[in-house]
């Protein structure tokens, strides 16, 4: 018995949204500059006849990406109330807010990877880039550290250099989390924006 036209669209409809889901994970772990539509035509195992019928290019299968599993489903790091509260009571309220980043699971973990990283890549489209400036962590960081310096509890050195190490790391252990549902590893909060205090942030507070 044949499908009905709404069995077929189904059908499309599942097949689109694994090509999505597999693309959303190389443009993760790979980074948007080294995906290609091989790339993710491998991960989904399927043709590339396939992912032709659905995107006309790797550009338009990010943008799908980011308009459908990122800009409408993730939720932004609280990095506007953080740089409200300023300084080391925001570096401390982002501290308290990455741990929960363990608990995330993978698919979820991909969109926050694609999500912080976007608006610094500079061969994204403007539209996306602007888009991602909510979730632009390392200048955030960047501020907060140097008026946590100025208030005389972040250590010494360069806000953007040292935001920029916390921000590598970061993204080293998301990178890693979703590439494997096992032996993930998040360094605390605590530990990880304790290396930017002259002391814990437990005792600043």
């Excluded at 590598?168 to 290396?195: N, P, W, Y």
Aim: aromatic residues 8%; contains cysteine.
């Amino acid at each position: 018995m044949p499908r009905s036209p709404e069995q077929n669209q189904a059908v499309k409809d599942k097949r689109r949204a694994k090509l999505l889901d597999n693309a959303l994970k190389v443009f993760a772990v790979l980074g948007y500059d080294e995906v290609s539509i091989d790339s993710i035509t491998k991960s989904a195992r399927c043709s590339h006849g396939l992912f032709y019928h659905y995107f006309t290019s790797k550009e338009e299968a990010f943008a799908c990406v980011w308009d459908e599993l990122i800009d409408n489903s993730f939720s932004a790091p609280p990095l506007e109330e953080a740089l409200e509260k300023g300084g080391t009571a925001g570096l401390d309220f982002i501290c308290h807010a990455y741990d929960r980043f363990a608990s995330l699971d993978a698919k979820k973990l991909c969109v926050a990877q694609i999500a912080v990283t976007a608006c610094h890549i500079d061969s994204l489209p403007d539209s996306i880039k602007q888009k991602a400036e909510k979730y632009d962590m390392r200048s955030a960081l960047a501020t907060l550290i140097k008026q946590a310096q100025e208030e005389g509890n972040a250590i010494a050195g360069n806000p953007d250099e040292i935001a920029y190490a916390i921000f590598t790391v970061f993204l080293t252990e998301i990178k890693q989390a979703c590439l494997s549902k096992h032996d993930r590893h998040f360094t605390s909060g605590d530990v990880l924006f304790g290396m930017l205090m002259k002391k814990p942030l437990s005792e600043i507070h």
